[in-house]
């Protein structure tokens, strides 16, 4: 008797606990999506070098996080395809579900954190100074930046935007769309100086003869790189974390970047 009543309050439950949803995976994950579909979609800037740019000349894609992304879908067996977004509407893409994850050089912010989920870092790094090379002691600290007759030059939607008006109250600070050529407003002197990404800045200093990092060995800010992934997706994010801590100690990321930072 007893047997039988603690039987049927043990169904009794598991039929309750069916019933509230008490199962962990109620929703198919990315991971088999993107299995069944055959095909990952990444939202990437295609202007953020050297982690993604989107070659005019061939329509393609390239750089760090596209090799990496690449390297991921060869991981789960299926083709990569790239949406284009902007830093502005990366956010408003990737929630909106117009891919699978987003990469290109992505910071990890705290607005983003609450919308999204984020991969183990890639990297540290945080914002810096790039100007002309004579201007390089000029323009050491916030303070000697935020002065009245200087103006620096942003792209509109992301974390350098951000950093600029969060921390320039004096200086002139200038919208430029197009973050490919952004660098050219500087020697040409429409501009003195931009804040941006130490690791980009180190960059574009190679390809801009005239153009120096200000001490991007110490940047002001501290920040890390990362992927964003779907919210409440832990079996998408606990492959993709592993996939990428198997990248970052095996060489794969070593030398994938070394490719593209010369």
Same mark, same amino acid.
């Given at each position: ?16 606990? *069916?019933? #509230? ?6 929703? $198919?994950?990315?991971? +088999? ?5 055959? /095909? ?9 070098? !050297?982690?993604?740019? #989107?070659? @005019? ?63 183990? @870092? ?33 792209? @509109? ?8 008006? /969060? ?8 919208? *430029? ?7 050219? $407003? ?13 690791? $980009?800045?180190?960059?574009? +200093?190679?390809?801009? @003869? ?19 992934? !779907? ?26 970047? /070394?490719?593209?930072?010369?």
């Amino acid at each position: 008797m007893i047997h039988r009543r603690l039987k049927a309050l043990g169904t009794g439950l598991l039929l309750a606990a *069916f019933a #509230l949803g008490t199962p962990a995976r109620a929703q $198919e994950s990315h991971l +088999e999506q993107v299995q069944k579909i055959g /095909a990952l979609k990444v939202c990437t800037t295609g202007d953020y070098r !050297p982690f993604t740019y #989107l070659d @005019p000349a061939t329509g393609k894609f390239e750089g760090i996080d596209i090799d990496l992304a690449n390297d991921l879908g060869t991981a789960l067996g299926v083709k990569v395809e790239f949406v284009k977004t902007s830093w502005s509407n990366l956010m408003k893409d990737f929630t909106g579900g117009a891919c699978d994850i987003a990469m290109g050089g992505i910071s990890i912010t705290l607005p983003r954190q609450k919308a999204a989920y984020f991969s183990i @870092p890639i990297m540290v790094d945080g914002k810096t100074p790039i100007t002309k090379c004579e201007n390089v002691s000029k323009f050491q600290t916030l303070a000697d930046i935020d002065k009245p007759g200087v103006t620096a030059v942003v792209n @509109p939607g992301g974390t350098n935007e951000s950093f600029a008006r /969060a921390s320039l109250k004096n200086a002139k600070i200038v919208v *430029f769309p197009d973050n490919t050529t952004i660098f050219e $407003e500087i020697l040409a002197g429409r501009a003195d100086l931009m804040m941006t990404d130490a690791i $980009e800045t180190r960059l574009q +200093e190679k390809r801009h @003869p005239g153009l120096c990092a200000v001490h991007p060995d110490k940047p002001f800010t501290f920040s890390e790189k990362a992927f964003l992934l !779907p919210q409440g997706d832990e079996v998408f994010k606990a492959f993709v974390d592993q996939w990428l801590h198997l990248r970052l100690n095996d060489g794969t990321y070593a030398r994938i970047s /070394a490719t593209w930072i010369r």
